[in-house]
Structure formats: structure tokens, C-alpha cells
């Protein structure tokens, strides 16, 4: 994807999300997103219904959908990292680090696959 794209999804996101109350994660490496989003359940159904219809991106999957007590990613609008950032990272919610996320001690199901792609893609190392 190109940068200005990936600049033009984390405009509109911080926007919309700051005024919705939504947090999240938003994670690119390979070709691949994985994202990761928090907020009041109708308020989330109707995002993701506008996320899937985006034509930037196809064959999207929900890797899990569940109830939470608390937000784990409260203080990001959308944290975002890439493999190979340049531009992007100027982008307000630019991860300098994957440890900002400070995973270490979440472990629900959402944030284990967000790890694992971490992990998987080697954002943990590049970062
Ligand atoms: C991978 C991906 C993730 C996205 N995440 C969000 C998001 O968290 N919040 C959001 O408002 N839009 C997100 N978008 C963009 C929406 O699909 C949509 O284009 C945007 O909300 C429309 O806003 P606009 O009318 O202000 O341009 C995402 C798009 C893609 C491709």
C-alpha cells in the first residue's frame, strides 16, 4: 500500500475515533493489516461495517469479536507501526517503539493474535 493511502486511513481514523471514543491498533507489515479496535459495541459494528467496505484493502477477516470489562489501548487513537516506515513516521500515533504498546502484561485473545503478528512480521525488531 502506498504511503499516502496508509496516511489518508490514519487521518480519517484519528478523526472519526477521537470522536466516537474508539482506541485501537492498527498494524501493517507485508501486505498485511491487523487492527484492533475498542469502543461501545454498536459504535464498533457500525465502524467495521465502513472499515469492510473500504476498497483499499480486500479479504478481511474477524479474527475475534468479544465483550471487554476495560480498554487495553485507551491512550491511542489508533497506535499504528510498519515495517518499512518513512514518511509515516511522522503520522500522530506512531509507534517509536512496539513496546509502547506495553503488551507485556495484557493477554486476552485480541491482544495474543496482535502479539503473535507482532511477532510473526518482525515489527517487534524494526521498531
Ligand atoms: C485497514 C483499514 C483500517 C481502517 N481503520 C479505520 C478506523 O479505525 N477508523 C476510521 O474512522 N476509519 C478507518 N479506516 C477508513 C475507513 O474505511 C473509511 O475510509 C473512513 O472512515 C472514511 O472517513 P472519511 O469519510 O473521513 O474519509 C480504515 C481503513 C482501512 C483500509
Known amino acids: 500500500m502506498h504511503e499516502n493511502q496508509l496516511f489518508d486511513i490514519l487521518h480519517s481514523s484519528r478523526i472519526h475515533n477521537e470522536a466516537l471514543n474508539i482506541s485501537g491498533v492498527l498494524l501493517y507489515a507485508d501486505s498485511t493489516f491487523i487492527q484492533l479496535l475498542e469502543g461501545r459495541d454498536a459504535i464498533i459494528d457500525a465502524l467495521y461495517k465502513r472499515i469492510q467496505a473500504d476498497e483499499r484493502h480486500n479479504n478481511i477477516i474477524t479474527l475475534l469479536n468479544e465483550n471487554i470489562v476495560e480498554k487495553s489501548f485507551e ?9 518499512d516506515a518513512t514518511k509515516t513516521q ?3 500515533g506512531y509507534l517509536q517503539s512496539i513496546n509502547e504498546l ?9 491482544i495474543l493474535a496482535i502479539k503473535a ?6 515489527l517487534d525488531i524494526q521498531n
Not at 491512550?75 to 515495517?83: E, K, Y
Not at 506495553?102 to 485480541?110: G, H, P, S, W, Y
Open 75 to 83: 491512550q491511542w487513537l489508533m497506535g499504528f507501526a510498519v515495517t
Open 102 to 110: 506495553d503488551l507485556d502484561n495484557k493477554a486476552t485473545d485480541a
Open 90 to 92: 511522522k503520522l500522530i
Open 117 to 122: 503478528f507482532i511477532q510473526s512480521s518482525g
